[in-house]
């Protein structure tokens, strides 16, 4: 029993006064309550996490495509742009990055390269390779960024000008996300 002094008078409480902080059945509840959140949330912050890596990845290509269009016009040489092969060569698979090649005098040169290492990402394109010439012509085609969700599919369309435009590629189209 505690004595508690109140205006004067002294009173008997048999109930100890309540212990700060929480019990164990409050902190169990927090943590499945948190649990749950997270388990819903999880899907959405991976698609998220997907959808900037194909954004990432879109925008690398237009890059390429940019600057090898202006090498071409500036140098007046012809640039191709291709999926990444053995040593200065173009490959066939474009998942693991595209290269920006000068070939003048039967010499080839890498200007740059782009390296992909993520499973995450499909990419596929209509063209085995971009050409683009001096007076601004370019080999058109477009190339897809696919993900697991077909809604976020990517495309990439590079014009007989070289210039580019991104839009959501559609899973039924020839070439497009399978």
Not at 32 to 61: D, E, M, V, Y
Not at 168 to 174: P, S, V, Y
């Amino acid at each position: 029993m505690k004595k508690i002094m109140r205006h004067s008078a002294i009173y008997w409480s048999a109930i100890p006064p309540r212990a700060h902080g929480y019990s164990l059945p409050e902190l169990s509840a927090a943590v499945a309550i948190l649990a749950i959140l997270s388990a819903s949330a999880l899907p959405s912050l991976i698609n998220l996490a997907t959808g900037a890596q194909q954004r990432a990845h879109s925008n690398a290509f237009i890059d390429a495509v940019r600057f090898a269009r202006e090498t071409a016009a500036s140098n007046g040489e012809q640039i191709i742009v291709c999926p990444r092969g053995e040593k200065i060569s173009c490959g066939s698979d474009w998942n693991s990055g595209w290269a920006v090649f000068n070939i003048t005098a039967n010499k080839t040169k890498i200007l740059r390269e782009y390296v992909i290492n993520d499973s995450a990402i499909r990419i596929n394109a209509n063209r085995q390779k971009f050409v683009f010439q001096q007076h601004l012509r370019a080999t058109n085609g477009s190339i897809n960024f696919c993900s697991g969700q077909p809604a976020a599919h990517l495309k990439v369309i590079v014009s007989y000008t070289g210039k580019t435009t991104l839009t959501k590629a559609q899973n039924t189209e020839t070439g497009g996300c399978h």
